[in-house]
């Protein structure tokens, strides 16, 4: 049986936090450059967006992001690190090219705005491993997985941060990793939504037809309401807090469709709301660091739309902790 909880709506947020370390397989620094530069306006003026409309927020971050610099990284990095069988899939290559500290290097350093986020209310620190690392690649195992886990513990407990949730990397979600992420005190993960479309892919799984599907699935339901039941979270630690929709960032080739985009996503809040159900989005800070305006002018009417069906419904906002935190109370309660 299900997770039985009071049928209250929630919408979850989470980001990606991951700056250079997430997009280093496949962009250049050059290429990339403006998107993680504008990260640093992204990040404050989201934070002051989610406090306006009360949003409570899960910032999945890569604990290399949280070094000083180049020396400080090297020591925080695990001994025992992935080998790949694609060599590109590791960040530990070239360490001469990391920047001595943060101002040097804004593009894999960001400790300023870690504390800025863990400074402002609602928010979540969560993990998005230490190193960006890929679970479901070849060369790769559970044992340098709990190493490299054990790094980001101790990377955000020097800030006093205690890691509760994780997102895995790429969404390649392992099922035989929650045993250890559970031991590592993590009590939610985000997983992907449950349509084979989303299912976990390595990067070779990835195709350009699947690729095209969610696209399109961005505009019209091709997958259904991808809402969440409360009974889908789990019974026992680390809870499933399934992903329901990326937010693409804005693309001006594809602005006639902003409309469409935007009803297809309040759809889908509205009848979480109306049902008792999760509605769990997610991005990048650096989907935001190029057409800063345009983004977060579409946020704030999704947004808008909320704050009404939290008026109408009592939908609440959550972080991933939150609720698995709301879920454990529903397993002790259900036991007394």
């Avoid at 035989?176 to 005190?185: S, W």
């Avoid at 889908?268 to 800063?292: I, K």
């Amino acid at each position: 049986m299900g997770l039985r909880m009071a049928a209250v709506g929630q919408l979850v947020v989470s980001l990606d936090f991951e700056l250079f370390w997430g997009v280093r397989d496949k962009r250049t620094l050059a290429d990339y450059r403006e998107n993680l530069l504008g990260v640093r306006q992204a990040v404050p003026a989201l934070l002051r967006l989610f406090e306006k409309f009360s949003i409570h927020a899960t910032w999945a971050t890569v604990g290399l992001l949280f070094c000083e610099g180049r020396e400080d990284a090297l020591r925080s990095s695990p001994v025992r690190k992935p080998h790949y069988a694609e060599p590109r899939y590791s960040p530990y290559q070239d360490p001469e090219s990391w920047g001595n500290d943060e101002r040097e290097d804004p593009f894999r350093f960001a400790p300023s705005l870690i504390d800025s986020i863990a400074q402002s209310p609602n928010q979540e620190i969560a993990t998005h491993t230490f190193s960006h690392y890929y679970c479901l690649e070849a060369g790769q195992g559970p044992e340098m997985f709990e190493a490299d886990l054990a790094a980001a513990v101790a990377v955000a407990a020097r800030r006093s941060i205690t890691l509760r949730s994780i997102v895995f990397p790429r969404n390649q979600v392992n099922l035989d990793y929650l045993p250890i992420c559970a031991r590592a005190g993590l009590r939610s993960y985000r997983g992907t939504p449950r349509r084979g479309l989303y299912a976990p892919r390595n990067e070779d799984a990835q195709s350009p037809f699947i690729r095209g599907q969610r696209l399109v699935d961005t505009y019209l339901p091709l997958t259904g309401d991808r809402s969440i039941g409360m009974g889908e979270l789990g019974r026992a630690a680390p809870y499933n807090i399934a992903a329901s929709s990326f937010l693409r960032p804005h693309a001006k080739r594809l602005a006639i469709l902003e409309g469409r985009r935007l009803r297809r996503i309040a759809a889908e809040l509205t009848h979480a709301a109306a049902s008792g159900r999760v509605y769990h989005l997610w991005w990048h800070p650096h989907n935001f660091g190029r057409n800063l305006e345009e983004n977060l002018r579409f946020l704030t009417e999704l947004f808008t739309h909320f704050a009404e069906l939290r008026a109408r419904y009592g939908m609440q906002s959550s972080t991933m902790d939150e609720l698995a935190e709301s879920c454990e109370r529903g397993v002790r309660e259900a036991a007394a």
